[in-house]
Nanobody, 125 residues
Framework: QVQLVESGGGLVQPGGSLRLSCAAS????????IGWFRQAPGKEREGVAC????????NVADFVKGRFTGSRDDAKNTVYLQMNSLKPEDTAEYYC??????????????????WGRGTQVTVSS
């Protein structure tokens, strides 16, 4: 059974950091790119980062560039999203998804096939 499970969300103060994990089971990620997405209440889901599992190349959306970075652990079949200097506007449900083995250009939710259930990130003092 193909499954992606996110973890690592929580409540953090502005300026703080969190590291989200996306663990895959039922398939190996080496033929996929993993996208990180977020959706705040009343807003559309938006792509935050893409990590190409086979070579570790990444693409990060401009609005989080310099604060968020993606990485992966081959042995654990897991992808991470390190989020630093968090702001209240980063508050959202964060999802990971597996999609085409390419991380170029816009990170579009419609291109991704397998989705996790999400983890909530709340940035508040």
């Amino acid at each position: 059974q193909v499954q992606l499970v996110e973890s690592g969300g929580g409540l953090v103060q502005p300026g703080g950091s969190l590291r989200l994990s996306c663990a895959a089971s039922g398939f190996t990620l080496d033929r996929y790119a993993i996208g990180w997405f977020r959706q705040a209440p009343g807003k559309e889901r938006e792509g935050v980062a893409c990590i190409r599992f086979s070579d570790g190349s990444t693409n990060v959306a401009d609005f989080v560039k310099g604060r968020f970075t993606g990485s992966r652990d081959d042995a654990k079949n897991t992808v991470y999203l390190q989020m630093n200097s968090l702001k209240p506007e980063d508050t959202a449900e964060y999802y990971c998804a597996a999609g085409p083995n390419l991380c170029i250009g816009a990170i579009l939710p419609a291109l991704y096939n397998y989705w996790g259930r999400g983890t909530q990130v709340t940035v508040s003092s």
